[in-house]
């Protein structure tokens, strides 16, 4: 992970682009989507 981060040129608390992973969520037993910027916003 460092690596890529020193790669893209990035650092620990850079800002980077809006990103939506896929994500595993368990107590739903399914996947579900999450936005940087939601994140960004509920301060997660």
């Given at each position: 992970?460092?690596?890529?981060c020193?790669?893209?040129?990035c650092?620990?608390?850079?800002?980077?682009?809006?990103?939506t992973?896929?994500?595993?969520?368990?107590?739903?037993?399914?996947?579900?989507?999450?936005?940087?910027?939601?994140?960004?916003?509920?301060?997660?």
């Amino acid at each position: 992970m460092i690596e890529l981060c020193a790669c893209l040129g990035c650092n620990v608390g850079s800002d980077i682009p809006d990103f939506t992973p896929e994500t595993y969520e368990p107590s739903k037993g399914g996947f579900s989507e999450i936005s940087l910027r939601a994140l960004k916003k509920t301060k997660k």
